[in-house]
């Protein structure tokens, strides 16, 4: 593993732990060049997924550009970043077990928003106002009378 400080290409494994859900291995280690500390995170891949978009692009999948995505729509949501890992988990698991390596980019943001509409419902109208392309507030009207209403139904 090359030390994110130094670019050092020795580093040693000083502890390892699986995370709390068993989902991944926790590694503390240590740059023997410059003795910098760092943890990483090792975790099963079971295939190789590929993200076919809308334009006819693929690209390799991200599990951290998913991440992201979910962060940014639970920014500021008082949601345990525990279950957030969890959905993400069950999400790239879901994704994994599909039984294709190639995945349509709308399947993921499906899975996104089905998975934020039972974590929290601001963070699930904020991804749908970017994943639908929200235009104006009538936009967030609709949907919000649209979907919510069947949701609590």
Avoid: W
């Avoid at 590929?50 to 979910?70: H, M, N, P, W, Y």
């Avoid at 949501?77 to 999400?91: A, C, S």
Wanted: proline share 3%.
């Amino acid at each position: 593993m090359r030390c994110p400080f130094c670019g050092h290409d020795d580093t040693q494994v000083k502890d390892s732990r699986p995370t709390e859900d068993n989902s991944a291995i926790r590694r503390r280690r240590f740059c023997t060049g410059c003795g910098a500390r760092f943890t990483t995170f090792e975790r099963v891949q079971l295939r190789e997924l590929t993200v076919l978009k809308k334009t006819g692009q693929r690209e390799v999948f991200d599990r951290d550009k998913l991440a992201r995505s979910i962060s940014i729509a639970l920014r500021k949501r008082p949601v345990d970043p525990d279950r957030v890992d969890r959905v993400i988990n069950g999400i790239v698991r879901r994704l994994e077990s599909a039984g294709e390596s190639e995945i349509r980019g709308e399947m993921i943001g499906e899975l996104v928003m089905e998975a934020l509409a039972a974590l929290d419902q601001v963070a699930y109208v904020r991804f749908a106002s970017v994943y639908r392309n929200f235009r104006e507030a009538k936009d967030f009207e609709a949907f919000i009378t649209d979907e919510l209403s069947v949701d609590n139904n």
